[in-house]
């Protein structure tokens, strides 16, 4: 799986670029504020529809714009697939594969699958719950595509029973208990299949973010992962037992919203006994694992995005995780120079009004406007 060719049309500082991408490792170069991140960003919504620096629609049109089109050639089993991606202000975004309408969002990870390490990646380990959690639902979906449903179905129930609770104000009538009771059913069931696929892809994880943290280290420790949850084994009974508590505050007090991913080394808990290098080790370990799970189920690894990762690590680390990683395509960006022996199959050079990649001696490029890291 690679993209071979990819054009932009008012994403983030690109006004209009079209370029040929190289196959293997491929290093963005440039220094701070050209776009290097802009460019990882768009090969990473192709396939999650989503940035994965969390920015809103607005923050991916180009100023002064009204829609961006992000289109990419896509090679797998020796068939080239175009997929187009057009993100407006105000319409909902439109994706088209060989310029048919997609029909769900999850058919695009036959398509296109991606893994990204990116500078803030220690907050899976220091960071809230939260951010363990999608973790986590990131890797579900992307083992099998049809467990977005699941999610979805999920989320859809925990906002309609919110709002209820908001909506009674704490006092519960004939009505409105039984609408409840609808909503209570359906969140449990979707909940209960969540957390059934966050535990099943936690329990393979774990032994291969154990060998990618002896691999990035140099050292094996035992790394455990754990799920915990605060209701017990029946979601259903939970939610009729947080009742009181829920219509008291107006939302729901229990559920897989509310759950986490317990993480130590040595049997020590990562967020508060570890040292920020072991911290940082873990949280490469973590995208590394995850990396290596889908690789091994597909049989192919998914475009790889190392976001300025090196910035963090020094040369032994860089080189440990470079050695470390599944051959397939893989872009990384930076500001500097990579460490002795890291050398890519191509390049692509970032600079304002332009962007050039560079492989197998041919060079192709396109113009490009100045634009953030």
Same mark, same amino acid.
């Given at each position: 799986?690679?993209?071979?060719?990819? $054009?932009?049309?008012?994403?983030?500082?690109?006004?209009?670029?079209?370029?040929?991408?190289?196959?293997?490792?491929?290093?963005?170069?440039?220094?701070?504020?050209?776009?290097?991140?802009?460019?990882?960003?768009?090969? *990473?919504?192709?396939?999650?529809?989503?940035?994965?620096?969390?920015?809103?629609?607005?923050?991916?049109?180009?100023?002064?714009?009204?829609?961006?089109?992000?289109?990419?050639?896509?090679?797998?089993?020796?068939?080239?697939?175009?997929?187009?991606?057009?993100?407006?202000?105000?319409?909902?975004?439109?994706?088209?594969?060989?310029?048919?309408?997609?029909?769900?969002?999850?058919?695009?990870?036959?398509?296109?699958?991606?893994?990204?390490?990116?500078?803030?990646?220690?907050?899976?380990?220091?960071?809230?719950?939260?951010?363990?959690?999608?973790?986590?639902?990131?890797?579900?979906?992307?083992?099998?595509?049809?467990?977005?449903?699941?999610?979805?179905? $999920?989320?859809?129930?925990?906002?309609?029973?919110?709002?209820?609770?908001?909506?009674?104000?704490?006092?519960?009538?004939?009505?409105?208990?039984?609408?409840?009771?609808?909503?209570?059913?359906?969140?449990?069931?979707?909940?209960?299949?969540?957390?059934?696929?966050?535990?099943?892809?936690?329990?393979?994880?774990?032994?291969?973010?154990?060998?990618?943290?002896?691999?990035?280290?140099?050292?094996?420790?035992?790394?455990?992962?754990?799920? #915990?949850?605060? $209701? *017990?084994?029946?979601?259903?009974? &939970?939610?009729?037992?947080?009742?009181?508590?829920?219509?008291?505050?107006? @939302?729901?007090?229990?559920?897989?919203?509310?759950?986490?991913?317990?993480?130590?080394?040595? *049997?020590?808990?990562?967020?508060?006994?570890?040292?920020?290098?072991?911290?940082?080790?873990?949280?490469?370990?973590?995208?590394?694992? &995850?990396?290596?799970?889908?690789?091994?189920?597909?049989?192919?690894?998914?475009?790889?995005?190392?976001?300025?990762?090196?910035?963090?690590?020094?040369?032994?680390?860089?080189?440990?995780?470079? #050695?470390? @990683?599944?051959?397939?395509?893989?872009?990384?960006?930076?500001?500097?120079?990579?460490?002795?022996?890291?050398?890519? #199959?191509?390049?692509?050079?970032?600079?304002?009004?332009?962007?050039? #990649?560079?492989?197998?001696?041919?060079?192709?490029?396109?113009?490009?406007?100045?634009?953030?890291?």
């Amino acid at each position: 799986m690679r993209v071979s060719r990819l $054009w932009l049309s008012d994403f983030r500082s690109y006004e209009h670029v079209e370029v040929e991408l190289p196959p293997g490792l491929c290093v963005v170069t440039g220094p701070n504020g050209v776009g290097k991140t802009n460019l990882l960003e768009s090969i *990473g919504y192709l396939a999650r529809l989503s940035s994965f620096r969390s920015a809103p629609t607005d923050a991916l049109v180009r100023t002064g714009a009204d829609t961006a089109v992000i289109r990419a050639e896509v090679d797998q089993d020796g068939r080239t697939q175009l997929i187009e991606v057009e993100i407006n202000r105000s319409r909902p975004r439109r994706v088209l594969v060989n310029r048919q309408r997609l029909r769900r969002s999850s058919d695009l990870a036959g398509i296109i699958r991606v893994s990204v390490f990116a500078p803030d990646d220690l907050e899976l380990v220091k960071g809230s719950p939260g951010m363990r959690r999608d973790f986590l639902d990131e890797l579900v979906v992307s083992l099998h595509p049809r467990n977005d449903a699941v999610r979805s179905d $999920w989320e859809k129930s925990l906002r309609q029973r919110n709002a209820l609770l908001k909506q009674v104000g704490g006092r519960l009538d004939d009505s409105a208990a039984a609408t409840l009771e609808v909503w209570d059913t359906k969140a449990a069931a979707a909940g209960t299949e969540l957390v059934r696929l966050r535990t099943d892809a936690l329990q393979r994880l774990t032994p291969m973010v154990g060998d990618a943290y002896e691999d990035i280290a140099g050292r094996g420790e035992p790394i455990g992962l754990r799920y #915990a949850r605060g $209701w *017990g084994d029946d979601l259903a009974a &939970a939610f009729v037992s947080a009742r009181g508590d829920d219509l008291r505050r107006g @939302l729901s007090t229990v559920g897989p919203h509310r759950d986490e991913v317990l993480i130590d080394i040595a *049997g020590r808990p990562s967020r508060t006994h570890c040292s920020q290098g072991e911290q940082r080790c873990l949280a490469l370990a973590l995208r590394l694992g &995850a990396h290596r799970l889908v690789t091994a189920e597909y049989d192919q690894p998914p475009v790889l995005l190392l976001d300025d990762v090196f910035s963090e690590l020094d040369d032994d680390r860089a080189r440990a995780l470079m #050695a470390a @990683l599944p051959k397939g395509q893989a872009f990384l960006s930076t500001a500097g120079s990579l460490p002795d022996g890291l050398g890519g #199959a191509g390049t692509i050079e970032v600079s304002p009004g332009r962007l050039t #990649a560079s492989h197998g001696g041919g060079r192709s490029g396109g113009a490009a406007e100045p634009g953030d890291t």
